[in-house]
């Protein structure tokens, strides 16, 4: 027996951080979405659930910090297509002061594809990220207050 690579994410630590509709220019000439342009969809999902506790991304420069990915693992369920309308959920699965890890189900949504009744698993995936000091590229610790506005995604599993 192997150990998965992806572990299922719990769903229930997870909030829609972001809707898209696929873009003709993120498929393949196969007319499904190109494996690696899934992962601006999770940025954007990202950055909007940061944005909704309060944290904008930017935010982090003008303290000297960044919080650049470190790992990245995609467990491909289903493909979407062009003009398909994308559901990206996430949330923090793991935080300390220097560390965080972000988890993500895409599902496309009933309505728009014919003949899906019921939301449709496309991917599950998680990022990880460290806080570095953007002005040798060493890591640190983030400020109390940016840790707190993490905690407010965080639901410990």
């Known amino acids: ?22 873009l003709f220019a993120d498929t393949d000439q196969m007319g499904v979405v ?8 999770l940025e954007a999902a990202r950055v909007e659930l940061l944005r909704a506790a309060g944290m904008s991304v930017p935010a982090f420069e003008p303290l000297g910090l960044g919080l650049p990915l470190t790992e990245v693992a995609v ?8 003009d398909d309308r994308m559901s990206v959920h996430c ?9 965080v890890h972000f988890d993500y189900v895409i599902t496309i949504e009933p309505g728009d594809r014919l003949g899906l009744e019921a939301p449709l698993e496309v991917l599950w995936a998680q ?31």
């Not at 192997?2 to 951080?17: G, K, S, V």
């Not at 949330?91 to 560390?99: D, K, P, T, W, Y």
Request: charged share 20%.
């Open 91 to 99: 949330g923090i699965s793991a935080l300390s002061s220097v560390r």
């Open 34 to 41: 190109y494996h690696a342009s899934y992962l601006r969809y």
């Open 1 to 22: 027996m192997t150990t998965p690579f992806l572990a299922p994410p719990d769903r229930t630590a997870m909030r829609l951080a972001h809707q898209a509709r696929v």
């Open 127 to 157: 990022t990880r990220h460290a806080c570095i000091r953007i002005d040798d590229g060493r890591p640190t610790r983030m400020p109390a207050s940016l840790v707190a506005l993490l905690e407010s995604c965080y639901t410990p599993r």
């Open 75 to 82: 467990r491909y369920r289903a493909f979407a297509r062009y």
